[in-house]
C-alpha cells in the first residue's frame, strides 16, 4: 500500500469507526440515578420517563435511588462515572442549582460536570396559608406581615429545597421579615400548616391540590410564570403585583460532562419523544406537573440561569444548610 493511500484509508476508518458507535449506542442497558428516596418527585418523574425511554432506545433504563445531601451524593456519582451514556441522572433544581451552592463541602459543579440531556417536567408551586390566617389574598398577606414582622412563620421540606427557596424570594421581593422553619419532609410541613401549628407555605401543587379542594388550606397565588392548568382559578404572583417572584419545581435527565455528542442527541430524541405523548402527558398532569422538552443545548442554559438566579438569593438571604 502506498503511503499516498493511506492518510486517506485512515480517514474512512475513523469515519466508518464513528458512524457504527453512533448507531450501535446503545448496546447494553442504561442506569438512571435518583438523588431521593422512592416516592418523591425527583423518583416518580424518572419512573414516569423511563419505560417510554427503554422503549425507544431498545435497552432497559433503570432506575436506582441513592437518597442524601439533597441529591448530591447521586450527583457526584454520575459525575465521576464514565461519560459513555450509560450513566444518567434525572436531577432538579434542588440538585443541580441549589445544594451545590449551599453545600460547601461537595465540590459539584453542574455547568463542568454534566452534559444537560433534556429538561423533563415541570411543577408548579403555591402559596398556600391555614384557613384561620386573617389574609384572602397576597396583598392581604403580605399587609399582615408589614404589620406584624418576625411574626409569621414560613414551612418547607428542608433547608434549600424549592418551596424553601421559593419562600425566601418571597421574603426578598415583598420586603417583608418572615422565619423559615424547616421540616424533615414536605409531607409533615403540609401536616401542621393544615393543623394550624404554621400558617403558610410554598408547597407544590400536587401535594396539596386534595387540601385545597377540601378547604383545608386557602390557596393565594401560584408562582409560577402563568396560570396551572390543574388550577386555573389560582392566580399568579405577578397578576397581584408580585413580580420576579417566579418559581417552578423542574426536573430534567443529565449525564456526566465528556459524554459523546451523538449519544446525548440520542437519548434527548428518545426523551422527547416519550413527552410528547399523550399518556406520558397525563400521568404528569395527574401530578400538577407539565411535559417539557427542548434540546441540550437549552437546558445546559436553563441549569446556568437557575445557578445564578438561586445563588443570589442563598447570598442575599444569608441561607446556611446544616453540612
Partial sequence: MSRRKTPLLCVFLALALATAARAEFPERPLKMLVGFSAGGGTDVAARIVAPGLSEALGQAVVVENRPGASGLIAAEAVARATPDGYTLMMGSQTTLAVAPVLYRKFTLDAPRDFAGVALTSTSPLVLVVNPNVPAHSLAELIALAKKQPGKLNFASGGVGTTPHMAGELFRLTAGIDVVHVAYRGEAPAIN????????????????????????????????????????????????????????????????????????????????????????????LAGLGMTAAGGSPAAFDTMIKAEIAKWGKVIRDADIKATE
Fill in 192 to 283: 401542621d400548616l393544615v393543623g394550624g401549628q404554621i400558617p403558610m407555605m410554598f408547597a407544590n401543587l400536587s401535594a396539596v391540590i386534595g387540601q385545597i379542594s377540601a378547604g383545608a388550606l386557602r390557596p393565594l397565588a401560584v408562582a409560577s410564570p402563568k396560570r396551572s392548568a390543574t388550577a386555573p382559578d389560582i392566580p399568579t404572583l405577578a397578576e397581584q403585583g408580585l413580580n420576579g417572584c417566579e418559581v417552578e419545581t423542574w426536573f430534567g435527565v443529565v449525564a456526566p460532562a465528556g459524554t459523546p455528542r451523538p449519544a446525548v442527541e440520542k437519548l434527548n430524541a428518545g426523551l422527547r419523544r416519550v413527552l410528547a405523548l399523550d399518556d406520558t402527558q397525563k400521568r
